[in-house]
Every structure is written in C-alpha cells, then in structure tokens.
C-alpha cells in the first residue's frame, strides 16, 4: 500500500469516527457533554477503523483479484458532509471510494466487467455484514456498548452503501444482479432494524 493511500484511510477512519460519535452522542447537543462526546468517538473509532477500512480493503483485495488496479482515495467534501450532517444526528458517509479500472493486461469482456464490478462492489458491504454478526456475537457474550455500537456502525454502514443510487456500491450491484442486491439489502436491514430496536 502507498503512503498516500495509507494516509487517506486514516483520514478518512478519524474523521467518520469523531462523525459518527457526535451523532451517536445527540448530535449538536453531544456538544455540552464533551468528555462523553470523547468516549463515544473512542469507541466508535474501534468500530470505524474495523468496518470502514476493511470495507474500503475488501473492494481493493477482490479488484487486485481480477487483475484491476485498485486504490482508495479520500474525498474531503464528503468527509465535511459527514461532519456537517453528525450535528443532525445522522451520518451521510461518502469519505472516498476505491478507485479501480483493468490492468494493463487485464481486458475483460463487457459481461465480465459488470461482473467483476458486481463482486468488487458486494465484497465492502458483505464485510459489514459479517463484521456485525461478529460485534452482535461479542455483544451477547460481553454486554458491553463498544460491541452494540460496533454492530451498528457496520450495519448502518452496509445499509448505506447498498443504496442503489449514483456512485454507491448498491447502484452497482444492483446494476450487475438485483437478486443479490435484495438479498444483501434484506440482511443488512434486517440486521439494522434489530440493532435499533434492542440498543
């Protein structure tokens, strides 16, 4: 991995860390509770430097897979839209993407390239999915808030992402096959909905 590339990752894992904390502490109002606001986005930094880089990673393993050259770069307007929407009580989380195109001696068919887009795209919200399973599991055996907010931070952020709207990963797969779209969707919403119901 580059060093910018590193860089970016971090960046980007800090920044929706101290989002997500402010959100999960009240929004604008996790102001007036500083040092709880501290210990949320501690926990919730253990929960995004799990999820989101491994999210972002997965899609970069299964690229480099097919051959593509494949490396995440950060967006800084959406890291501040992160920030800005927390103060909301939500997040909106578009920090970067994990930019790929074929290697040079890679030149996949037009149906396989939508393929291979499809699996590239599904692999960072399946490694939510199962990151939160495993959080959820913790969580019954521990009972402690970093497993249950591990667990929802990686279903939220596998919900989000299975949105199928513009650069989403869900426009993706959705556009490559609609039934693992539904069926990725169903789990990661179902996961969400019980995760908000017994938090």
Do not use: C
């Amino acid at each position: 991995m580059r060093a910018i590339e590193f860089r970016d990752l971090s960046i980007s894992a800090v920044v929706l860390a101290f989002a997500f904390g402010i959100a999960m502490s009240g929004g604008v109002e996790a102001l007036g509770n500083f040092e709880f606001l501290l210990v949320v986005v501690a926990m919730a930094f253990f929960a995004v430097s799990t999820g989101f880089i491994l999210h972002e990673l997965a899609h970069r393993m299964v690229a480099r897979r097919f051959g593509y050259h494949a490396y995440y770069a950060m967006w800084p307007t959406g890291l501040m839209i992160a920030v800005a929407s927390s103060f909301m009580g939500f997040i909106f989380a578009a920090p970067g993407a994990v930019n790929i195109r074929p290697g040079s001696t890679t030149l996949p068919t037009q149906s396989q390239h939508k393929t291979n887009v499809g699996l590239i795209s599904i692999a960072g919200p399946a490694s939510n999915i199962a990151l939160a399973l495993v959080f959820i599991m913790l969580d019954n055996i521990f009972g402690h808030l970093i497993f249950s907010l591990g667990a929802l931070i990686n279903v939220w952020l596998a919900v989000f992402n299975l949105i199928p709207f513009g650069p989403l990963d869900g426009a993706k797969i959705f556009w490559w096959n609609k039934l693992y779209w539904g069926f990725a969707m169903a789990v990661a919403g179902g996961l969400f909905l019980a995760q908000r119901f017994l938090i």
